[in-house]
């Protein structure tokens, strides 16, 4: 992996995307990565093989589609999983029972329930729940037994921006490990381990595949000494992705920068139009000049996202209302795909999170979040438009 990091790291990410860990098929000289459906490997000798033993362990199309997003995001190693909760269960056995990990406190659902609803229980981690825009609850938060950072910017689902030199630094002079969720902003927007981060994760389903038709996750690091154990419990653990699944991730990941431009270029018209429409009572954009970090993204994003949040007015039912309405918008979970997609967090992708945490954080019933895809915007305004307006 490292040697084809080098042979890539001297070109643009647009073609990184492309050619990282992508050779063409010694055998039959296929451009396209081979889909490797086997699960085990025929061997010299007992113990002698050429690389490969056992799929769960290695597999060639998951060798190539790991190579392709350590160069992505500008590290030495990948480690591909069968879901971004996979990735993230799998990291979290880093650390031993009693250990406290600081964790944003606006954070996707299916993190916190692994986290309080999991991970307190069997493994006996503490976690702690911070507003990591305001390095003082970081101090606070703070004790002996603190282990690590779980960091997510823009957040899950209020988009507030954490200051990732300000906090990484701040992690690394308490010897903590500092763990960042990049998948709203993949690396075309936004690399973490350029910050300092130890590790960076995605939720490969999302942006990095961007067809909306696998499961996936993924870990990239920069330490040598992380990438084997993390390697270890990979394969002691077992959760990892099928070759097919590897394969749709690296085919999305060849266009995954003109989709990124894409993306942020139809959420910005998007978000424009709201923040003037009457229905809506506020609107939570990045790349808005009203977005209070909005200094902050221009400094460490290469892009505003194609994520917007949004509150209307009338609450829950008002927003219930508009997103039964929308044509284009199809009323789904997940992010991230070509298509576009709207939801209520309180009532779903948040819904594990308890309703007093969630109106404490401003997770309310009126709050709408919209993954914006690659339709022609106006198309996109003018489906907005009627759901809010009838």
């Known amino acids: 992996m490292k040697e084809t990091r080098k042979e890539t790291s001297s070109y643009h990410i647009e073609t990184i995307a492309i050619h990282a860990g992508q050779e063409p098929d010694p055998a039959t000289g296929a451009i396209m990565t081979p889909v490797y459906l086997t699960s085990t490997y025929v061997q010299t000798a007992p113990g002698k093989h050429k690389g490969y033993e056992y799929s769960r362990t290695r597999n060639p199309t998951r060798t190539a589609l ?155 690091t920069n330490s040598a000494g992380i990438y084997e154990r993390l390697r270890f419990l990979q394969n002691a653990i077992g959760a990892v992705p099928g070759p097919m699944d590897s394969w749709l991730v690296l085919r999305g990941t060849k266009t995954l920068a003109l989709r990124m431009e894409r993306h942020a270029a139809n959420a910005l018209k998007i978000a424009a139009f709201l923040e003037k429409h009457p229905a809506v009572e506020r609107v939570i954009y990045p ?45 789904a979970e997940s992010l991230g795909g070509v298509e576009s997609l709207i939801e209520i967090p309180a009532i779903m992708t948040h819904a594990s999170i308890p309703e007093e945490t969630r109106e404490k954080l401003g997770i309310k019933g009126g709050l709408i979040r919209l993954s914006v895809g690659i339709e022609h915007a106006d198309d996109l305004i003018a489906d907005l438009d009627q759901a809010l307006t009838q």
């Open 66 to 220: 790991e190579a392709n997003l350590a160069a992505l995001e500008g590290g030495e190693y990948g480690l591909a999983f069968a879901s971004g909760c996979a990735a993230l269960a799998t990291i979290m056995h880093l650390f031993k029972s009693g250990n406290q990990i600081i964790c944003c406190d606006d954070v996707y659902g299916g993190t916190y329930r692994l986290f309080e609803k999991v991970l307190k229980e069997t493994h006996g981690l503490e976690v702690t729940f911070v507003d990591m825009t305001d390095p003082k609850n970081l101090e606070k938060a703070l004790k002996k037994k603190s282990a690590a950072l779980w960091i997510e910017t823009p957040t899950n689902p209020l988009l507030k921006l954490i200051d990732l030199r300000e906090v990484i630094r701040w992690g690394r002079e308490k010897r903590l490990l500092t763990c960042v969720d990049n998948t709203f902003m993949s690396p075309i927007f936004q690399r973490p381990l350029e910050f300092g981060a130890d590790l960076v994760m995605h939720s490969t389903t999302k942006y990095l595949n961007g067809h909306s038709d696998v499961i996936g996750g993924a870990v990239i």
């Open 287 to 331: 790349g808005l000049k009203s977005h209070p970090h909005h200094e902050l993204a221009k400094q460490q994003m290469r892009g505003f996202g194609g994520m917007i949040s949004f509150v209307v007015k009338g609450g829950k039912e008002k927003a219930i209302e508009v997103t039964k309405k929308t044509k284009l918008f199809a009323l």
